[in-house]
């Protein structure tokens, strides 16, 4: 790879990572290419980009940037993983994945400014999807037009009922 390639390449990591919700890091040192292959199915599927560059060309293109907090990380083959939808993608998908797989390692990940050790890219995992938190703010939305609806027909209904019962104790 010639100069201009890797400056090429440093731009292109500069702007993706700039737009990404998320970022997980990765190593999968030991397995073969089918396995890694249906992991990059599965994070394609979901709309997350994963990649694995060279380390000081990644350190280049987050340096002066707020991801710097995880230059650090990058030691040894390193995959990047990013999503530009749901921050919680890469890290749900990563995280099963390496729940059925022993020689893939989570190495960390960066979330709005800070870098996620392991236990904070599990966390970032076990957040709600982006659908189901549209789902619950929806339910929310609506709950409260329909409680309203019900206090305003409780009198009718209550009026009506006692009604039928006068009825049915002046038929008896």
Request: hydrophobic fraction near 45%.
């Amino acid at each position: 790879m010639n100069r201009t390639e890797k400056e090429q390449m440093i731009e292109d990591l500069r702007s993706d990572l700039a737009e990404a919700k998320s970022v997980v890091l990765a190593s999968h040192v030991g397995m073969d290419v089918n396995t890694v292959g249906l992991l990059r199915s599965e994070l394609r599927a979901k709309g997350v980009r994963y990649r694995v560059v060279k380390n000081t060309l990644v350190k280049r293109a987050i340096a002066g940037t707020d991801m710097e907090v995880i230059a650090d990380l990058f030691r040894g083959p390193i995959a990047i993983a990013y999503s530009f939808e749901d921050a919680a993608d890469p890290a749900r998908v990563i995280k099963k994945f390496a729940k059925d797989h022993d020689k893939y390692e989570i190495k960390g990940g960066y979330l709005d400014g800070d870098k996620l050790d392991v236990p904070g890219v599990e966390k970032l995992a076990s957040m709600p999807s982006k659908e189901e938190l549209q789902a619950q703010l929806l339910s929310l939305f609506k709950a409260v037009p329909t409680k309203f609806v019900r206090q305003l027909n409780a009198p009718m209904q209550q009026f009506v009922m006692v009604l039928k019962a006068k009825e049915q104790k002046d038929a008896a």
